[in-house]
């Protein structure tokens, strides 16, 4: 008789135990499908970034699978803890590439904003800093090369010729 209750007692344990187990792997996968997860070109995900009282929110969306998708980065920032943003800022307007796999950091009155701009020739990791809490931004740096974009460059021959 013990070692019939032995069985039941243990085939109720394996019972409740792969049910819990169960009920747990679903509230995950529903977690999962909610939230998603990132990708290196998933268009849901926004960094965001709290430093005091501001935070900042960077994400880049464009028209996916349409030639002139155009895929930008943008921002807003909050001043006040959250509760209402400024108006959307276009960090990248690029209009020669897609920008997307935005970072942000801030700290202080700084913002940093990096980001990847891709081309049909190119893919080159680029930065924009604000030093007003971002109310501003600064030219847009290209990190591969550490010079602005659309900064016109001599060619070394030509210096000499000048010279």
């Not at 909610?34 to 028209?63: E, H, K, Q």
């Not at 909050?78 to 209009?95: H, M, P, R, V």
């Not at 590439?97 to 680029?126: K, M, R």
């Amino acid at each position: 008789m013990n070692k019939a209750r032995i069985l039941i007692s243990s085939i109720i344990g394996v019972t409740i135990l792969l049910m819990t187990t169960g009920a747990m792997i679903t509230q995950l996968q529903q977690f999962v499908d909610a939230v998603g997860t990132r990708g290196l070109n998933d268009r849901a995900y926004a960094p965001s970034v709290i430093s005091g009282d501001n935070v900042y929110i960077a994400w880049w969306n464009g028209t996916e699978g349409r030639p002139d998708r155009n895929i930008e980065v943008f921002l807003r920032a909050s001043e006040d803890s959250g509760a209402t943003f400024g108006d959307k800022i276009n960090l990248s307007n690029s209009t020669d590439a897609d920008s997307i796999n935005a970072e942000i950091t801030a700290e202080g009155n700084g913002v940093l904003v990096t980001w990847w701009e891709l081309n049909a020739t190119s893919e080159e990791p680029v930065a924009r800093i604000s030093t007003d809490e971002g109310q501003a931004f600064g030219e847009m740096i290209r990190l591969s090369t550490n010079g602005t974009i659309g900064e016109a460059e001599v060619d070394e021959e030509e210096e000499e010729e000048e010279e």
